[in-house]
């Protein structure tokens, strides 16, 4: 895995750069399956060079993958399920949420943190069903987490909250406005 100690090149080093691919104008070198990348993305890989496997990152997932560590596909639901393992008490209501979903592809990551479901290689996650909760993709984009009962975990989702807007700045002098909403300096 990459640590925040390593440069790009020793992150990467052992990994032919023969598998290593980057997407137009893209800082991170994947590998041909990718799972982060979508269908089209995944069409405009180019291969990588010599140059980008110095200056470029490896995508984590891909890191893992290529090192020999690949993620491991299931043929069922089920079977994942039970490879991760998920806890008896919340598959009825995990077989539920997959019920109305594709899953053509149905993999555990090299990390053993979740169970993945898309439509098809190249595809984006339909969701990502881990222990205590379940991520499904919504239409407009991004993914909802649905908590299962009893789950004591906290929510990490960073994208729950919008970010705080910029603080209000004097129109004369740039300022950042205390909470009186008038300039100290300007008025």
């Known amino acids: 895995m990459t640590t925040s100690s390593e440069t790009p090149a020793l992150a990467g080093a052992e990994i032919p750069v023969e598998l290593l691919f980057r997407v137009p104008y893209g800082k991170v070198l994947h590998g041909r399956d990718c799972t982060h990348l979508s269908a089209d993305r995944l069409a405009s890989l180019q291969p990588a060079t010599e140059l980008d496997k110095q200056k470029f990152k490896v995508c984590k997932t ?6 020999g560590a690949a993620p491991d596909d299931y043929d ?24 109305g ?3 053509s592809r149905i993999w555990i990551p090299s990390s053993r943190s979740y169970v993945a ?10 969701a990502f069903f881990n222990k205590g ?41 740039y300022m950042q406005l205390p909470a009186t909403g008038r300039c100290d300096s300007c008025d």
């Open 133 to 173: 909760f379940v991520d499904v993709q919504q239409d407009g984009g991004g993914y909802k987490r649905i908590l299962m009962a009893g789950f004591s975990g906290t929510q990490t989702n960073t994208f729950a909250h919008a970010p705080d807007a910029a603080p209000a700045s004097c129109p004369g002098c």
């Open 101 to 103: 979903l594709d899953k």
């Open 76 to 99: 069922s639901f089920e079977a994942a399920l039970e490879a991760l393992p998920i806890p008896a008490v919340h598959r009825s209501v995990m077989r539920e949420i997959a019920e």
């Open 62 to 67: 891909c890191l893992v993958a290529l090192a």
């Open 117 to 126: 479901v898309s439509p098809g290689p190249g595809q984006e996650a339909s």
